[in-house]
């Protein structure tokens, strides 16, 4: 009977393969996507019938040489992708085409292709949110970073964080390995967690081991056409890290719930009087985000939902960022030195003293760190950015053509249902919108120098347009998280730059020669850590 069973699938599989194969010999004749009435060219390596499919599946990080590639070969041009289980679909260079994407953000959405594949993590989160879902949940989000919540993050909560942080790189100091992108990931877990939902988190807890590998998944149902058949026999870990995930999401809920409950019961005694200090303050504040939440979503999975996408962005996304500067300010030890000048010039602006040992008794960083903004530190500012350009968070996005057809400013007619693929990491290589030294790591192209003889002039920072620097994407989706990733980064940077020196403690011979890459991820996780060894810096 297993024999028998194990044939009956065997056969079922070919069945589909051939039926796949045959589908997508029918489409590339009768939905072939056109520009001003020519076929568009296609991308290197696409083969008859499976077309791009096998390219999809390969190594991630493959693929983005892959995309790379095709913007080097095309430049601006748009060509056509094929993959035998997915709708007809294009893959755009052009920040032309981008900004019109941006701009018609009601015709280009997630779609069911995006949906289908990140329900099971995401359900109905903003990250698959369209029309009046996603605005409530987009107004919730505003409400949580409004400017006094950014105040007390900047302010209160993100120096205790990043205290802990290096009290503990102190404690690591005589030579022992750390792992930068654990440290990192700690700070943004602890503010997302106590800000975002009044409670404790860590960053090696269950939930964040099962949503690291369910976002991995997620990311290979993308790559993968015949996902919906591997998952059913290689798919239970996934399953089980899920499970965990959504748990976690209804114990979010549950804690909030009964936060409110608390409050309320709290409203109906007398009042104590309370000190006005930053713990206080900082607990007045806590939980807003997922109390706002409440406040405007009737169901609690969608609350569930939310919050867990919330947490993901807000977190996982920053911790990465800053595990990839660091990454490269390893290699280039000059960014190190001008970024250690510029905190130098904020002490002598500020009237303190350039202070990098800590007490043994401390409780709090030597110096204050809310000093660090992005107008008094450009430079910093601009090695955050230029990291974010070579390594963007997110490293590629995809919408659906919905609704009526519609045709793109380079004349690409697209069909309702077609599918549009933009990969950051390729277009942020692209030599047509950032010069001839595009692959280089170059702060200074973030910055705009005053002229000679203005000595009114400043540094300042230069921001780029969407359409060429997507990574906050643009218009009425712009990143809601963008003030607090740069809030973060510009304290969190300096900080570690002025107090330590990192030693890269990587590859098979631990010194670090190897180039890191990332792991399978909706995001851009390093794959193994950043392990480094630490040491405090003499001033």
């Known amino acids: 009977m297993a024999l028998h069973d194990s044939k009956a699938v065997q056969f079922a599989a070919v069945a589909i393969v051939v039926l796949l194969l045959v589908r997508a010999l029918v489409l590339s004749w009768t939905q072939a996507i056109r520009r001003d009435g020519q076929l568009l060219r296609k991308p290197p390596n696409t083969l008859p019938l499976v077309g791009n499919g096998l390219k999809f599946l390969q190594d991630r990080w493959k693929l983005f040489s892959w995309f790379d590639k095709c913007q080097r070969q095309f430049g601006y041009e748009t060509v056509s992708l094929t993959v035998p289980t997915l709708p007809p679909g294009v893959l755009i260079h052009d920040p032309r085409n981008l900004e019109f994407v941006i701009k018609n953000e009601g015709t280009f959405t997630k779609g069911d292709f995006v949906k289908g594949r990140s329900w099971d993590l995401f359900g109905n989160g903003i990250i698959n949110a369209d029309g009046d879902m996603w605005k409530t949940q987009r107004k919730a989000g505003l409400s949580f970073l409004n400017t006094a919540n950014l105040r007390v993050l900047t302010d209160i909560a993100l120096p205790q964080y990043l205290f802990q942080s290096v009290k503990y790189l102190e404690a690591k100091a005589d030579g022992q390995k750390v792992d930068l992108q654990h440290v990192f990931h700690e700070i943004t877990t602890k503010l997302m967690a106590k800000m975002a939902y009044n409670m404790e988190m860590l960053a090696d807890d269950d939930f964040t081991q099962s949503f690291d590998h369910a976002s991995g998944c997620t990311a290979e149902r993308f790559q993968n056409p015949l996902w919906p058949i591997t998952e059913i026999f290689f798919g239970s870990r996934f399953r089980r890290s899920l499970s965990v995930v959504k748990s976690f999401g209804r114990r979010i809920v549950t804690n909030a719930v009964e936060d409110r409950k608390r409050q309320q019961q709290l409203e109906k005694e007398p009042l104590d009087e309370t000190p006005d200090d930053g713990n206080s303050k900082l607990d007045q504040i806590s939980g807003t985000l997922i109390q706002s939440l409440l406040d405007a979503l009737n169901d609690e999975q969608t609350v569930a939902d939310a919050a867990l996408t919330y947490l993901s962005a807000g977190r996982d996304t920053t911790g990465q960022a800053l595990t990839w500067t660091f990454y490269l300010l390893s290699r280039h030890p000059a960014v190190v030195a001008k970024i250690r000048e510029e905190v130098q010039h904020a002490f002598i602006e500020n009237s303190l003293s350039p202070i990098s040992e800590l007490p043994a008794d401390a409780d709090a960083l030597p110096f204050d760190t809310t000093i660090f903004t992005a107008q008094s530190m450009p430079y910093t500012m601009a090695v955050f950015y230029e990291v974010l350009r070579l390594f963007p968070p997110i ?145």
């Open 395 to 539: 490293p590629f996005e995809i919408r659906q053509c919905t609704g009526q057809s519609v045709t793109l400013p380079d004349g690409t007619f697209l069909p309702s249902g077609s599918v549009l693929v933009w990969c950051l990491w390729a277009m942020h290589r692209s030599k047509l919108t950032w010069g001839e030294d595009a692959d280089e790591f170059r702060p200074e192209r973030f910055l705009s120098y005053p002229e000679s003889g203005d000595d009114k002039g400043t540094v300042k920072v230069i921001n780029r347009p969407p359409s060429e620097f997507p990574v906050f994407y643009g218009g009425p989706r712009t990143c809601l998280g963008k003030k607090m990733a740069e809030a973060i980064a510009v304290q969190v940077i300096p900080t570690m730059a002025w107090l330590f020196n990192f030693q890269p403690a990587w590859g098979t011979d631990g010194k670090g020669k190897e180039d890191r890459k990332s792991k399978s991820s909706l995001t851009l996780p390093m794959e193994g850590g950043l392990p480094v060894t630490v040491e405090m810096r003499k001033a």
